[in-house]
Structures are given as structure tokens and as C-alpha cells.
């Protein structure tokens, strides 16, 4: 059972486009993180979201942690190829597993020039 | 920087042997993980350690097994392994287990197959 379902599994766009990969869940999360990967390489944190509500701004991309903090969104305006990686979602579910994060089975995002 | 530093990068193993996955981070983190990813499941916690001498399981951690003798390394050892774990493997470390402290940072990932 996935706990966290993100959507879409695959994105192909042209540069310049927007986007919007959503990370759903029925659980509650104390906080969550969103990771780039690319090929060969480990995920890299991009962002931690906190609080019920919260958006948070990185150049283009911008996050969002739903009120009830079951879900977020990571958008990305005007998409670069750059951009083009594996996005994952990761939840914490507070007390003694915060470093114990449940992963969304990811986001690959291929940006065309 | 080094960071977390995983060996070896790629591994074919035959059904039935055991081997073990190096993992050693220069941070001076407490907290220490293993993950496994497979295409399109994103990544599962296998064992993880929140200092020397303190290991416990995840969410997959049948076949595999752990030990932290020192801050630095966290082995992950495969006995008698099987196809189902062809995977990649990311050890990763993080500082706090706070949510603002607590960013993993990951190895570059060790490929296994297993035939």
C-alpha cells in the first residue's frame, strides 16, 4: 500500500511550460520534503514543509503543504530542461520517526528544449 | 566533501550468496539509513540507526541485516539473496531528527542484481 500517491507518474513537456505534480495521502504528515533526483545520483532535498498551509517559493518552483497536511504540490513555471529529473515526495510522521520518511513512488519530468 | 560515500557502485550476485553494502558518511550525522528503490515504487526504508550501537527495522527489512559499530559506518549485509532484491540501494545520514533539521543527505546509490 502506498501511503503516498503522487501524480503524474510521468510528465513530458516543452521548455517554457507550466506544471504541477501533486503528492496525495489519507495520512496526516508532520512535515514534508520534496527530493530531485537524476540519473546515477542520489535524491537532493529541494524543500521542507511545515505547517498547515504553507508555500514555500525557490526561483520557479513553488510548494505547497495542504491545510489538513495530507497533500502538497510542487509547481514549475516556465520549465527549463534543466528541470528534468525524478521529483519525489516524502512525509514524516512526527515523534520518533521523523527521520523515518515514507516516499511517494515518484514524479519523472522530462523538460524538451 | 565526501558526504556519503557507498560502495561498490554496481554488483551482480548469484542466488544464494551474501555480501555486504558499504556505507560510511563524513558529517558526524547520528541518524543513518537504507533504502531501496525499484522502478516506478519510489524508495523503502530498510533499516536505520539513530546513533553507534542502535539499528532498527523499516519498513522492509526481511533478507537483510545491519550493525553500527561507529558513527561513521552503517553496513548493510545481504544473506542468501535472492532476485526480489535486485534493486539500488541508498544509504543516506541527516543530523536532527527535527523536520527542519532533519534534510537527508543520500550516497550515489549502489546497483545490485541479483541472477
Known amino acids: 500500500t502506498q501511503l503516498l500517491e503522487q501524480s503524474p507518474q510521468f510528465l513530458s513537456i516543452q521548455e517554457g511550460e507550466n506544471l504541477t505534480v501533486y503528492c496525495n495521502s489519507s495520512?496526516?504528515?508532520?512535515?514534508l520534503q520534496w527530493y530531485r533526483q537524476e540519473p546515477g545520483e542520489g535524491p537532493v532535498l529541494l524543500v521542507t514543509?511545515?505547517?498547515?498551509?504553507e508555500v514555500k517559493k525557490l526561483k520557479r518552483l513553488t510548494f505547497q503543504f495542504g491545510d489538513a497536511r495530507k497533500d502538497s504540490s510542487l509547481h514549475i513555471t516556465a520549465a527549463q530542461p534543466g528541470d528534468t529529473g525524478l521529483y519525489l515526495c516524502?512525509?514524516?510522521?512526527?515523534?520518533?520517526?521523523?527521520?523515518?520518511?515514507?516516499f511517494g513512488q515518484g514524479t519523472i519530468l522530462t523538460v524538451h528544449p | 566533501n565526501a558526504g556519503v560515500t557507498q560502495t561498490p557502485k554496481f554488483r551482480i550476485l548469484k542466488i544464494g550468496q551474501s555480501m555486504t553494502l558499504q556505507c560510511a558518511q563524513d558529517?558526524?550525522?547520528?541518524?543513518m539509513y537504507w533504502y531501496r528503490q525499484d522502478p516506478g515504487m519510489g524508495l523503502k526504508l530498510i533499516y536505520y540507526?539513530?546513533?553507534?550501537?542502535?539499528?532498527d527495522k523499516g519498513e522492509v527489512p526481511n533478507g537483510y541485516n545491519v550493525s553500527r559499530s561507529t558513527t561513521e559506518d552503517f553496513p548493510l549485509r545481504l544473506e542468501l539473496a535472492a532476485p526480489s532484491q535486485t534493486s539500488v540501494y541508498f544509504c543516506?545520514?541527516?543530523?536532527?531528527?527535527?523536520?527542519?533539521?532533519?534534510?537527508?543527505?543520500f550516497g550515489e546509490g549502489s546497483r545490485l542484481t541479483v541472477l
Open positions: 543516506a545520514s541527516s543530523y536532527s531528527r527535527t523536520p527542519q533539521a532533519g534534510e537527508l543527505f
Open positions: 495520512s496526516v504528515f508532520s512535515s
Open positions: 514543509v511545515v505547517t498547515g498551509g
Open positions: 516524502a512525509g514524516a510522521k512526527g515523534g520518533t520517526s521523523y527521520g523515518k520518511l515514507t
Open positions: 558529517m558526524n550525522h547520528n541518524y
Open positions: 540507526s539513530v546513533g553507534a550501537g542502535i539499528t
